[in-house]
């Protein structure tokens, strides 16, 4: 028999750092030069918090992202995408809390008509009237089969709970189905005129660029797009009113339930340890939670409990659904494990931790993925050595640091509890 070959513990990694130029319109360009990688994939971040949108018009910064792409005032209609197709490009985007982001991947001989292509789309859409009809139409289209499940509406409303209901954080991201209807052609485009601008945002540029000089491709580019207007800053979220809530659902099959916290963002100093805490007790599948809720008392197929961080703040979550009849039970039975935790031992955070780092090279081996990472970095104002000096955080967790950040932020008798369900198929359930 052929002896099974040891297994050496992984060479020493490192999140890569770019080069960096900033062009005089005030766009930074990070270039990561990743040899080998022939699909380059281009990130455009834009400073724009959910904030800015009106309160009467909420959801107008998806419309806006969304019609990107339906046409330029230089390649109005299909002949946007017709030059797409061209230069063997994607192009997308989405909204975040504190952005907007347009993402492009293509070849790497096509750099630079791809990336004439990402500022003709971010800084001269088209917004033709049928066409910001349609992606409203599709969008109400959306958000009327997201309320059709109960998983949307329990996170909804956990949301609504745990942070300042006044604040737009605390509210869907794509806007509701009140505010998207009163959208018009007209506040798409005010909307993008005022909002976007090459002023802080970045230019992620990431894949093989030997013989590429990206700082250059990207100036050629974006050398029309000066608007000078001050962005909005994103306003910090805060706690909610917290509380616990029951939603009846007629004819409902199951109870989604959700417990809540606010939590902390990534620079807090307990971010590794609550990361580790949180997958010992409901972020792995063998974590404490599953092996009780599912594993032992089979009340459901599976639980997840993770931490949410904004720019500032953040959220801790717990997402589960059960038989509508055992939803009682399994709240008890959850706030019971969270109450008695018990010290976490070496060999669980040894593993979490190793759950935790040991995927990063792999999660981050393509262009797609390091471009992805550094729009995150970017979204969130964090350092651009923060992944690799995260990891080495997680490694220095120890059992009392990760259960004093868990005791610190996860209090059993202050979580908002929310539960999705038909009331008359409860039972016993007090809230």
């Not at 805490?277 to 639980?303: K, P, Q, W």
């Not at 797609?368 to 969130?380: D, H, K, V, Y």
Request: aromatic share 6%; net charge negative.
């Amino acid at each position: 028999m052929i002896p099974r070959p040891p297994i050496a513990p992984p060479p020493p990694w490192a999140f890569p750092l770019p080069e960096i130029t900033t062009l005089e319109a005030g766009l930074a360009v990070w270039a990561y030069d990743l040899p080998g990688q022939l699909i380059l994939a281009c990130d455009l971040v834009m400073e724009l918090p959910l904030d800015a949108e009106p309160a009467d018009r909420e959801g107008v910064a998806t419309i806006a992202v969304r019609c990107l792409d339906e046409g330029t005032l230089a390649h109005p209609g299909q002949e946007f995408a017709l030059a797409l197709e061209d230069a063997g490009a994607q192009f997308s985007g989405h909204i975040g809390l504190s952005t907007a982001q347009c993402l492009l991947g293509l070849p790497y001989d096509s750099l630079d008509a791809g990336l004439a292509l990402l500022a003709e789309a971010a800084s001269a859409p088209a917004y033709d009237e049928a066409d910001v009809a349609r992606i409203k139409a599709n969008r109400l289209s959306e958000i009327e089969q997201q309320e059709s499940r109960g998983s949307y509406v329990a996170s909804s409303a956990l949301r609504r709970a745990v942070l300042d209901e006044t604040l737009r954080i605390a509210r869907p991201l794509g806007g509701t189905q009140e505010g998207v209807a009163t959208i018009q052609p007209a506040d798409v485009a005010a909307f993008h005129a005022r909002h976007y601008r090459a002023r802080e945002a970045t230019l992620i540029i990431a894949g093989d660029l030997s013989g590429i000089d990206a700082a250059d491709a990207a100036a050629r580019a974006f050398a029309g797009w000066n608007p000078d207007t001050e962005p909005v800053r994103p306003v910090p979220a805060a706690p909610g009113a917290g509380g616990r809530t029951l939603i009846h659902r007629d004819g409902a099959v199951q109870a989604d339930v959700r417990f809540g916290w606010y939590g902390i963002d990534r620079r807090d100093p307990r971010w590794a340890g609550l990361q580790v805490a949180l997958t010992i007790m409901g972020g792995s599948f063998d974590s404490r939670l599953n092996t009780v809720l599912r594993e032992e008392r089979g009340f459901t197929y599976g639980v997840s409990m993770n931490a949410h961080p904004f720019r500032h703040g953040g959220m801790i979550d717990i997402s589960t659904a059960t038989r509508t009849e055992a939803a009682p039970d399994l709240i008890e039975e959850t706030l019971r494990i969270l109450e008695a935790a018990e010290p976490f031992s070496e060999a669980e955070v040894a593993g979490a931790i190793g759950y935790l780092t040991m995927s990063a090279p792999l999660s981050l081996d393509t262009a797609e993925a390091i471009a992805s990472q550094a729009a995150t970095l970017a979204a969130g104002r964090l350092d651009l050595d923060h992944v690799t000096t995260s990891l080495a955080d997680l490694a220095r967790v120890t059992p009392a640091s990760a259960m004093d950040a868990y005791r610190s932020l996860v209090d059993p008798g202050t979580a908002s509890i929310v539960v999705v369900a038909d009331r008359g198929e409860l039972g016993e359930l007090s809230l």
